[in-house]
């Protein structure tokens, strides 16, 4: 006797409840992924911009794209390693709930098109960010060095960043230094295309260093790999844990925190920003003129780690500061410092 093949019939009622169900489901799945905060993820690099690249010891196997030089060596690049690290850090950002979006996904430029030039291809990865309304946007880097004994890992945020990046920038710093075990070499500020011209706290991260032994090793390691995509992960989780989002005001947010710079004045500001002379020290500006954010506001600078040198020493240090006479080999030839306590 062959076996029954047919489906069994279910009650229309059942049919119409469980069709009920599934749509709220969807919808509530849908409104809570909606809700979650967006984070734009941005691969450095990619397609005809190799970023850094780092010799591999022989017999290394990277888990990663094939690459030689010239010479025949195996060589890494900093674009499939910021490839990897991002499509892991994706995953571990979308499993708590998060949404992402790539800025690219692909060995191509930013946008996944051809890469035709870098001011062309970093636009593409801001325009996008801004586009989708992203929450947060990382970059995913890599360093490079003359020399071979510099290594460690950093993390930037814009000169005129907000508070938000501030913090989000320490918070992934710390995460990832704890993963490396490599050198420290701190939370800095830059003017980097990325971190200008989107609207919203952005922060870039060089991981480690491809022209160091000890870094690229790590590097190598896909089990590293995911460790240092962890870390970025709980740093990123931390943040948004501890309110850095609440501070953050829609209106505002929707501009990027500068515009320019221009060598002259312009006529005047823009909507929602106000026009500054920058000195010729700003590493933005460099004398020239810049719209800022209205509202945006930075934190205080932190005080200098020495003041001086004198040639003879001071009646007093100041508030928070003792004195020290240099050795007369150093740089300061025997003058008196004030070295912050």
């Given amino acids: 006797m062959s076996p029954d093949r047919t489906s069994p019939r279910l009650p229309s009622t059942v049919l119409v409840v469980l069709i009920a169900l599934v749509a709220f489901l969807g919808a509530a799945g849908a409104a809570m992924g909606q809700g979650a905060p967006l984070i734009a993820i941005d691969p450095g690099h990619g397609g005809d ?23 025949g060596r195996a060589v890494m690049y900093e674009k499939d390693v910021n490839l990897d690290l991002a499509y892991r850090l994706e995953a571990l950002l979308r499993a708590r709930g998060l949404r992402t979006v790539m800025t690219r996904t692909r060995d191509l430029a930013g946008g996944d098109r ?3 030039t870098t001011r062309a291809d970093l636009a593409a990865r801001t325009n996008l960010a801004n586009e989708v309304g992203a929450d947060l946007f990382i970059s ?3 360093n490079a060095i003359g ?11 814009y000169y005129y960043s907000s508070e938000a990046a501030r913090l989000l920038a320490r918070e992934i710093q710390d995460e990832r230094v704890s993963v490396l075990g490599r050198p420290d070499r ?5 003017g980097f295309y990325v971190l200008r011209h989107t609207a919203m706290p952005a922060v870039l991260l060089e991981g480690a260093f491809l022209t160091n032994a ?10 590293l790999r995911q460790a240092l995509a962890e870390g970025v992960s709980r740093g990123v989780r931390r943040f948004l844990a501890g309110g850095g989002l609440e501070g953050e005001d829609a209106a505002e947010s929707a501009l990027a925190p500068t515009l320019g710079p221009w060598a002259r004045r312009p006529g005047r500001a823009p909507e929602g920003y106000r026009l500054v002379k920058t000195g010729k020290s700003n590493p933005v500006g460099r004398g020239g003129w810049l719209a800022v954010r209205e509202g945006l506001t930075f934190p205080a600078a932190e005080r200098a780690r020495v003041i001086g040198p004198w040639k003879r020493k001071p009646r007093s240090a100041p508030d928070g500061y003792r004195l020290v006479r240099s050795g007369v080999n150093g740089p300061y030839k025997g003058a008196w410092l004030a070295v912050r306590v």
């Avoid at 190799?50 to 030089?69: H, M, Q």
């Avoid at 020399?147 to 460690?152: I, L």
């Avoid at 701190?186 to 830059?190: L, N, P």
């Fill in 49 to 71: 911009d190799t970023g850094a690249v780092g010799i591999l010891a022989p017999g290394t196997s990277a888990g990663l794209p094939e690459r030689s030089d010239d010479r």
């Fill in 114 to 116: 051809p890469y035709t």
């Fill in 140 to 142: 995913i880097h890599n």
């Fill in 147 to 157: 020399s071979p004994a510099v290594g460690g890992t950093e993390t930037f945020h």
């Fill in 186 to 190: 701190g939370v800095k500020e830059a």
């Fill in 214 to 223: 000890e870094d690229l090793a790590l590097l190598a390691d896909p089990a």
